[in-house]
């Protein structure tokens, strides 16, 4: 029994759209530059790396949990693919599945520190966070790799589309937010994703095993993040050490301003992109009009607030 | 007696421990951050000099740029260790001033490196380099390159408020012959030559990002100022992938090895090269110096700028790339 009212989209959904189209509108009215497709694969190309860390972020904060350690688990993959090609010659999908193999690997352990020990995801993840770090740098000597083979920028490389250049990076990261959304929606893995965000004491009940939804979600975050760093390597054509510094906070800014709530259980993996989308917006709107960054930083820090704002008043209303 | 051989043996290391301690001065060395290739250099040239003459270096830093408490907590740690010399490169150039004071006041030299702190007479001296000089030499070089041409300029900067990348920006628009500011100034002037300026953060990527945006709000820039060859080679990246690198001329600041190579393989025009290994070697001298004989040096030592470029420009002294190899961050 479907009224009508269950078919309109939450407004936990159309919040952060509503936003994003007046931002463009704002900076469509200030910058004649701004409103172009050029501009707009532009924006596209400069979110990419975040949004995919953030597809990450948001199966982690639908579970009522958070991550951390994304940023820097991804300069650690970024390093170790970029490393593995140019100091040891490995082939260039080798040494990116070693790269994956490592971020997969950095999920997994947040995920068994998460369910077989109990620790609360923020604090594994902060540890995690450090170590990740460290032994990027001390793996890097702090030194960025250059000298990388060619074939590692491949998903930087573009294409025409319809006036617009599209980076294949670009189109993984859509390929991989419907993907995901698709996923959440419509199999029973997804909707058991949802369900331990809800309520892990009714989901146990009903025969669902919490831990392994929960560690499956760890290791797909950490997957998330090797695939970020491959984009990341391949927009700036090198393995940075100090990459990641601020992904992890750009990242759950990017989930907030989606409209997934903190407390678990609710959102929708597509609202992210436009999260991620609303901060690339504004960065690239204010440059064009000569204002300083750190506006930037002030409309997001309040943007972050009425998301979660909209969404805690949401819930009471239901209540 | 079993009882007793632990403590023994306590007082034997104490003992030689504290023996070494006497023998060698230690000199302490509290760099901005641990990362940065910059300040890694800084602190094995410390070590280098330190092995050749007979002392014990101990280095920390804060946890980001600008960690100014981090940075007083290790200059304390190294007082209690019995340092006599504190070398530091300021996070922030005014808040640490007290915590030196309170360090002068127990008997401890403090030099500053890289940059001053506010006033620059807090500390007993300061080696560094002259960032606005800096600034100044890669505009002289940016203007004799373009031969006339009218100018339509980005700049990729640190990030708002730092005296470091207010001095680079300065100087630069100031070697270009443009409307600037002074070497004091903490803002960063924007005459009309300058179309678009961006917050690079010292990175690759937002370099790459500051850039791509600035294209888009104005096509025709023919000039690009980084505040360092990070966000340089970035800025190659947009220009590259706008198909306008051969066009656009980028000048920067650092001379480290990798942005040498660039400047040799045509990312970069001309960069301004400092010498951290030289500041942490003469720090460490000093340190030496002061421990044998009480004698504290005093004064600002700048320790030196080269300007190096692919290709040189009449008007304009330059070093070619592989001098600029030779003595990248200062080795010999």
């Known amino acids: 029994m479907n009224s009508f009212k269950d078919k309109l989209p939450p407004m936990g959904t159309l919040g952060p759209l509503i936003a994003l189209v007046l931002a463009c509108v704002f900076f469509a009215s200030q910058s004649d530059r701004f409103l172009s497709t050029q501009n707009f694969s532009l924006i596209l190309a400069q979110v990419m790396v975040v949004g995919v860390i953030a597809i990450g972020q948001t199966l982690i904060i639908l579970t009522a949990g958070i991550d951390l350690s994304c940023g820097m688990v991804m300069a650690l993959g970024g390093i170790v693919m970029t490393k593995f090609a140019a100091d040891y010659g490995l082939s260039t999908p080798v040494a990116m599945a070693c790269g994956l193999a490592v971020t997969t690997a950095f999920g997994y352990l947040n995920g068994v520190l998460v369910t077989r020990i109990k620790l609360p995801p923020f604090i594994v993840t902060l540890g995690t966070l450090n170590i990740a770090f460290a032994i990027t740098q001390l793996y890097s000597g702090s030194q960025t790799v250059t000298d990388i083979p060619a074939g590692m920028n491949w998903l930087g490389s573009t294409f025409t589309f319809g006036g617009a250049t599209v980076s294949y990076g670009v189109v993984m990261m859509l390929g991989l937010y419907l993907f995901t959304w698709f996923a959440l929606r419509e199999t029973a893995a997804g909707r058991h994703v949802y369900a331990v965000g809800n309520s892990p004491e009714a989901t146990r ?115 | ?54 002392a014990k270096v101990m280095s920390a830093a804060g946890k980001t740029d600008g960690d100014n408490a981090g940075q007083i907590t290790a200059m304390e740690n190294m007082i209690a260790a019995g340092a006599k010399t504190i070398l530091i490169t300021p996070s922030d150039s005014k808040a640490i001033v007290p915590a030196i004071k309170k360090a002068q006041a127990q008997g401890v030299m403090v030099i500053a490196l890289d940059s001053p702190t506010e006033p620059a007479n807090a500390t007993d001296a300061l080696f560094a380099t002259d960032n606005y000089k800096a600034g100044v030499f890669i505009g002289q070089y940016a203007k004799a390159a373009l031969n006339g041409k009218k100018p339509v300029i980005a700049t990729l900067d640190l990030f708002p408020g730092h005296p470091v990348g207010a001095q680079r920006h300065n100087g630069f628009l100031q070697g270009y012959g443009l409307t600037s500011l002074d070497a004091k100034s903490n803002e960063l002037a924007k005459p009309a030559e300058v179309v678009c300026m961006a917050d690079s953060f010292g990175d690759r990527a937002k370099g790459q990002t500051g850039m791509e945006n600035c294209l888009q709000k104005n096509p025709n820039i023919n000039v690009v100022y980084t505040i360092n060859e990070p966000a340089a080679a970035g800025a190659y990246n947009a220009l590259k992938a706008a198909g306008k690198e051969k066009d656009v001329l980028i000048v920067s600041v650092d001379g480290g090895c990798a942005g040498i190579k660039d400047v040799g393989a045509g990312v970069i025009a001309a960069t301004s090269q400092q010498y951290p290994l030289r500041m942490a070697a003469m720090g460490v001298a000093a340190g030496v110096e002061y421990a044998k004989t009480g004698k504290k040096v005093s004064g600002y030592t700048d320790t030196g700028v080269t300007l190096i470029a692919a290709k040189s420009m009449k008007g304009v002294d330059s070093k070619d790339v592989k001098t600029g190899t030779d003595l990248c961050w200062g080795n010999k």
Request: some cysteine; glycine content about 14%; overall charge positive.
């Open chain 1, 205 to 319: 009940l009903t025969g669902i095993s919490t831990e392994k939804v929960l560690l499956w979600v760890y290791v797909l975050a950490g997957l998330c993040y090797g695939l970020a760093a491959m984009l990341g390597v391949a927009r700036t054509g090198a393995g940075d050490p100090n990459a990641g510094q601020t992904e992890n906070l750009d990242a759950i800014t990017a989930v907030v301003l989606g409209g997934t709530s903190l407390f678990g259980g609710r959102g929708v993996v597509l609202g992210t992109l436009v999260g991620a989308l609303i901060v690339g917006v504004f960065r690239n709107g204010l440059t064009l009009m000569g204002v300083s960054s750190v506006y930037q930083i002030l409309v997001t820090g309040i943007l972050v607030i009425l998301a979660v704002a909209t969404d805690q008043l949401s819930r009471k209303g239901a209540r």
């Open chain 2, 1 to 54: 007696m079993k009882l007793n051989t632990p403590k023994l043996m306590l007082t034997a290391m104490a003992l030689a421990a504290s023996s070494v301690y006497a023998a060698e001065p230690v000199i302490g060395l509290i760099t901005k951050t641990e990362i940065n290739p910059f300040f890694v250099k800084m602190k094995e040239g410390a070590q280098a000099e330190a092995k050749k003459l007979g």
